[in-house]
């Protein structure tokens, strides 16, 4: 499978890379619009930084256009941690989304922040059966902020720390996990194998 990752301006792309190659899947970086048409299965939104930062660095690498492209031509969007929250509107921390989705990006009630280290799944009772197989799994989280969708259909999973939050949600065309699954061991390799052969819909 071919996956576009569109790198957000910090972060784990190195790791998030090696991830996907050692899947066997074939992946391309889009550092600009320097391309008429995005030929991919998979567009990924990596999850490191501010919603801020990294729509500003989208916007000065010409790449809005590029999703915009994207999205007009069905290609599914995986995102992953920040990249699931700019699917949203407007974040507490500063910073409007992508807006492709209703709903806000607030600030996790807890003592200790970020919430850094392995939690589990927990799935919602109408979670798709493939998905649904990974009730209970433990995958690696380092977040600050989650989303709360305006429409609570989206969300497919939720976890615990201090307070219930989404950590994946789906919408058509469009699927998010607030946790890092090339961080994840066997289980967010086996997790990203399924989101792209059965996610995309």
Request: glycine residues 12%; hydrophobic residues 45%.
């Amino acid at each position: 499978m071919h996956v576009a990752i569109i790198p957000l301006g910090r972060g784990n792309l190195g790791s998030l890379t090696a991830h996907f190659m050692r899947l066997g899947h074939r992946v391309e970086i889009i550092q600009d619009a320097s391309r008429e048409r995005l030929a991919a299965d998979w567009v990924i939104l990596p999850g490191v930084g501010s919603m801020r930062g990294a729509v500003r660095h989208l916007d000065q690498q010409g790449i809005l256009s590029t999703l915009k492209q994207a999205r007009q031509a069905s290609v599914p969007v995986l995102g992953i941690c920040l990249g699931m929250q700019l699917f949203y509107h407007h974040s507490e921390e500063g910073g409007e989304g992508l807006g492709w989705l209703s709903g806000r990006v607030p600030r996790l009630s807890a003592p200790i922040l970020p919430h850094i280290g392995w939690n589990d799944l927990e799935m919602v009772s109408n979670a798709p059966r493939w998905l649904a197989a990974f009730q209970g799994a433990s995958v690696y989280f380092v977040h600050e902020f989650f989303v709360e969708p305006a429409d609570t259909d989206q969300i497919l999973s939720s976890t615990q720390y201090y307070q219930t939050f989404p950590s994946v949600v789906q919408a058509p065309g469009l699927f998010g996990v607030q946790f890092h699954p090339e961080l994840s061991g066997d289980v967010g390799a086996a997790l990203t194998e399924a989101i792209l052969n059965q996610g995309g819909g």
